[in-house]
């Protein structure tokens, strides 16, 4: 089955799953399940299924599910930040109200718990019961961390974990629950995913900095103007001396920051070559995925995936 294949069958049941009792719902519904997106978390669940062989039909609604923890994170996600644009859209706060976002972001948690509890597997269930504790805990992390200098990498690591990784991981686990694999295995199979959502996230940190908006489609130095300690400063913190340390701090510590901030943190990025260290990074960490797939068989999702990897690292 094709990728476009797949996803097609994942936004068909997703309208099947999400309720709409009242006229606003009806029109968030159609605004979360349009609005798009890569479906990364979905497909990678549907993928480990094919990697496994698991013949069932459960993938369809867990991945469907983990779609829908995605999207009310970014439904909170948006009020809590105030943002008022989301992939080239008004938010669903900035069209209907920050109060409606809240509560449709819990109705849509809503529907993917009671179709998780239709499937009677208590192990998926207490999965992904924990994704949404470990959102919580990583959303009061974050905001009690991102403008603190005080912020370290292990900080910044509980933050990406609860935020983007725990849900992968639930992901790549809940494939082999499905297909009646040791605790072993599905110990292995979570570590996988949880190390692809930590990539994920800091690769989507350097975006930031190291590619242009038209590229990436995120605006260029948002963060920086923003005043958050994302992954590239926590690197170049760590590769700095204490003068220049003092000195990045300073920057983040302002009100606003000019564009000669802007021209100052590039130029100290460049001097200490960080794009180049965390393109080696995530190249030592594409290597442990590739060795991990390596023992499934060649087919056209293994390939798939490899291609994804290729393009993430």
Not at 31 to 57: A, D, M, Q, W
Not at 58 to 81: F, K, N, P, R, T
Not at 96 to 103: D, H, R, V
Not at 131 to 158: A, C, F, G, R
Request: aromatic fraction near 10%; proline fraction near 3%; charged fraction near 30%.
């Amino acid at each position: 089955m094709s990728v476009a294949k797949v996803i097609s069958r994942f936004d068909k049941n997703l309208y099947s799953i999400i309720g709409e009792n009242l006229p606003v719902l009806k029109k968030i519904k159609a605004y979360v399940i349009e609005s798009g997106g890569k479906r990364i978390r979905p497909v990678t669940h549907y993928l480990f299924c094919r990697f496994l062989n698991y013949e069932g039909k459960q993938w369809l609604d867990v991945g469907s599910v983990a779609e829908l923890i995605h999207a009310a994170s970014l439904l909170h996600d948006d009020v809590v930040d105030n943002a008022v644009i989301r992939r080239g859209k008004p938010t669903v706060g900035a069209k209907f109200g920050n109060k409606t976002a809240i509560l449709a972001g819990d109705f849509l948690l809503a529907c993917g718990i009671q179709r998780l509890n239709d499937l009677g597997n208590p192990k998926i269930m207490g999965l992904f019961s924990q994704v949404l504790k470990d959102l919580s805990v990583s959303e009061l992390l974050q905001m009690e961390w991102e403008k603190n200098p005080k912020i370290t990498p292990k900080i910044y690591d509980s933050v990406i974990y609860g935020k983007t990784a725990s849900l992968f991981g639930a992901c790549t686990e809940s494939a082999g629950r499905l297909a009646g694999l040791s605790e072993k295995e599905c110990s292995a199979l979570s570590e996988f995913g949880v190390r692809l959502g930590k990539l994920f996230q800091k690769k989507d940190d350097c975006l930031d900095y190291f590619h242009s908006s038209k590229d990436s489609g995120k605006e260029f130095l948002k963060d920086f103007k923003n005043g958050l300690f994302t992954y590239p400063i926590l690197v170049l913190r760590e590769k700095s001396n204490s003068k220049e340390v003092k000195e990045i701090n300073s920057l983040f510590s302002k009100e606003e920051r000019s564009k000669q901030d802007e021209s100052l943190v590039l130029s100290m990025l460049n001097d200490k070559k960080i794009e180049s260290i965390l393109v080696d990074e995530f190249k030592k960490e594409k290597q442990y995925f590739q060795n991990f797939l390596s023992k499934y068989p060649e087919s056209s999702e293994k390939k798939l995936f490899q291609e994804q990897l290729d393009k993430l690292t």
